[in-house]
């Protein structure tokens, strides 16, 4: 088969080459749409975050059979004639598990104990603390809102600290109560959250799920750490409320002028086994399509606008 990759490392490289022998490989370094410049007769296509595929790029992918994204979330795939030639498609869902979360409660820590202000301080030789009060994790509560793996380290580790963890999520599965989560509406969730934690990827029903209207709820003392993508919260928001934000979103630089905001690329995936296990879950739902089997992170096609996980 012929498979193409798109934004793809040396060391992605060297990965696929050493696995996929029986195959003839294509690398490029930039995003599909900048790479695709004429038609090509990949089989397969296997794409990052910021490869936007287009109709007009599936024009140019007459034989394409099968796409992957090598991240968890995958908006950037959807487009009409993908739905209307029923490819399949795949992403790499539950690899950043632990990464993700460790690195939200980095930026928590951040955000309680100012911790990022007195390191700089201290690299100018200045001492002083007095203005660098904190507050504690122990005995708060933490809402959650997504509970896939991501939410659920998260929750493994609020409990270390010691908290409290109110979740809401599309589904309640027996994992939650094992775990001490108490799952209850988003709107409880909104009001009860000392800390708020979003983990849900992008999707129609997930954009502006934090909106001008239910963000009335939350506590005005109420810290977000926002590790999905920009959208789940309605833009204005970040420059409207009064509460400390923090994120790690792409493209967004402006949003660390503002005194409350804490921001940083998007990098909370980006660890040394996170990205190992890109690969390696990228490989197997490749050699399981190959196989004639259905990627096991395979996305289930409902409608043109919108996939979701089987």
């Known amino acids: 088969m012929k498979i193409a990759f798109f934004e793809c490392k040396e060391e992605e490289r060297a990965f696929f080459e050493a696995h996929l022998t029986e195959h003839e490989l294509f690398f490029f370094e930039e995003a599909i749409q900048a790479s695709l410049i004429q038609s090509e007769d990949y089989d397969i296509v296997s794409v990052f975050v910021h490869s936007r595929v287009t109709n007009e790029i599936l024009d140019n992918l007459p034989k394409l059979s099968y796409i992957q994204t090598r991240s968890t979330g995958f908006d950037h795939l959807k487009c009409s004639k993908l739905y209307e030639r029923g490819l399949k498609a795949s992403n790499v869902a539950g690899y950043a598990g632990p990464a993700v979360a460790e690195f939200a409660f980095s930026l928590l820590l951040n955000a309680t104990r100012k911790t990022y202000t007195a390191l700089e301080r201290s690299k100018k030789n200045d001492d002083s603390y007095l203005d660098l009060k904190g507050v504690e994790l ?44 108490d799952f209850v509406s988003l709107e409880v969730v909104l009001k009860g959250a000392d800390i708020l934690m979003l983990a849900v990827p992008l999707s129609p029903s997930t954009e502006y799920l934090i909106n001008t209207t239910n963000s009335q709820l939350i506590k005005e003392n109420c810290i977000i750490i926002n590790i999905a993508r920009n959208e789940i919260i309605e833009p204005s928001l970040y ?27 998007h990098m909370a995936y980006y660890t040394s086994e996170a990205l190992l296990r890109i690969l390696q879950i990228s490989l197997e739902n490749m050699s399981q399509f190959i196989r004639g089997e259905v990627p096991q992170h395979c996305l289930k096609i409902e409608c043109e606008k919108e996939y979701t996980l089987d």
């Open 138 to 181: 122990y005995d708060k509560t933490v809402g959650i809102i997504g509970l896939g793996t991501i939410g659920l380290h998260m929750t493994k580790i609020a409990k270390g600290f010691g908290m409290h963890v109110l979740g809401y999520s599309r589904t309640e599965k027996p994992i939650f109560e094992e775990l001490g989560i």
């Open 239 to 265: 420059h409207s409320l009064p509460n400390t934000i923090a994120c790690d979103i792409d493209n967004n630089t402006s949003l660390s002028q503002k005194e409350n905001i804490l921001h940083t690329p």
